[in-house]
């Protein structure tokens, strides 16, 4: 992968004190994720630990800003949701009692006018969320965030789990052991294979 060695190529060509920041930037980018900055740290010369710790940072705080950027996204389509069906819910009571309803908002106008309902999904994306719930339903939060980093980055099962309703802080905890857990196993492995060869 190129853009693996493009950040191989960084960390040995900037000074020692900005080598983490190039691994936390690697581990920031989905596929690449903590556990291959920290490979790519240790193969640039970093001391393992360091490596590690700027990995999962990266790894994390990338996780941590789509975690919260899908629950806030969340929060508003479902707090737009309940307006919308309050709004309805007051407009059928005013026919049923014959009093005048009170004037919907601009915005409401047009969600009253052509009710929508939610996008149809392709096959394949219907497919992924149903594969997804089941692993979800099966394995609890716990048990995809550790498992999930075996078959897709972590930034995507985190925003999946917060955009499907799990609590912010829930998602994050586990991440954040998922994160540093996988960083650290796969860290080990490269840091025994190199002193083994050295």
């Known amino acids: 992968m190129d853009l693996i060695a493009r950040f191989q190529e960084l960390v040995g060509q900037v000074p020692e004190l900005l080598q983490p920041l190039i691994v936390a930037l690697a581990g920031a980018v989905p596929f690449i994720e903590g556990e ?42 479902v707090n737009r949701h309940r307006v919308r069906l309050a709004a309805q819910e007051e407009a059928r009571e005013s026919v049923v009692t014959g009093a005048p309803a009170a004037p919907l908002a601009a915005t409401d106008h047009a969600s009253a006018e052509y009710e929508m309902g939610p996008e149809p999904e392709s096959g394949r994306k219907a497919a992924r969320r149903a594969k997804f719930q089941r692993a979800l339903d099966r394995y609890g939060v716990p048990g995809v965030s550790l498992l999930g980093p075996l078959l897709l980055p972590t930034q995507f099962t985190a925003t999946m789990l917060a955009a499907g309703g799990v609590s912010k802080a829930r998602v994050l905890l586990w991440q954040a052991v998922a994160i540093a857990g996988w960083t650290t196993i796969v860290a080990l492995v490269v840091g025994g294979v190199v002193h083994a060869v050295v």
């Not at 790519?40 to 970093?46: A, D, F, K, P, V």
């Not at 001391?47 to 975690?67: D, Q, R, S």
Request: aromatic share 2%; glycine share 16%.
């Open 36 to 77: 291959g900055a920290a490979t790519i740290g240790i193969l640039g010369g970093l001391h393992p630990v360091v490596a590690v710790i700027a990995g999962a940072a990266g790894n994390f705080l990338c996780v941590t800003v789509l975690v919260l950027a899908s629950s806030g996204a969340r929060s508003a389509i």
